[in-house]
């Protein structure tokens, strides 16, 4: 009768076992180091003329550890807080005219500055590196 010799699985059970007690801890600074990475670009690509539009820029992380976001720093409502300005710096938006009928501006639109869209692919390609080395750590850990 043929057997098998199963000692070895114990072995790899325990590796798989220690990767996964890491892995919450591995993925959360996955993300914190993409999430610093995408606020260092978007910062970049943010035009310096336009005041502190750079510095409303803030990273948060997801309570699980399973996300990084870039966003507007929370603040005042209306026209004037870090979100709408933000939107309007990315985007583009209109020229209202002045009461005389005339805008000081030849152009109706004001065009986006894009720095969010600009940064997407800096970001993706760091993300696919990073995604690379730790399934490289995976790797080494299991052997």
């Known amino acids: 009768m043929e057997s098998m010799d199963l000692r070895g699985l114990a072995e790899l059970d325990r ?4 990767l996964l007690e890491q892995a919450p801890g591995r993925r959360r600074e996955l ?38 976001a870039v966003r507007p720093q929370a603040g005042e409502s209306g026209t004037k807080r870090p ?5 309007c710096v990315e985007n583009g938006h209109r020229v209202r005219q002045g009461r005389s009928g005339r805008s000081r501006m030849r ?3 004001v065009p986006g500055r894009r720095m969010y869209a600009q940064s ?22 299991l052997q």
């Open 15 to 18: 590796q798989l076992e220690t």
């Open 83 to 87: 979100g709408a300005v933000t939107n």
């Open 107 to 109: 152009t109706p639109y």
């Open 120 to 141: 997407v692919d800096e970001v993706e390609r760091l993300a696919t590196q990073e995604a690379r080395n730790m399934a490289e750590e995976i790797v080494e850990g």
């Open 31 to 68: 993300h914190q180091r993409l999430g610093r990475a995408a606020l260092a670009a978007i910062r970049g690509n943010t035009p310096r003329r336009t005041g502190r539009l750079a510095s409303w820029q803030q990273l948060h992380i997801g309570s699980g550890g399973g996300y990084a």
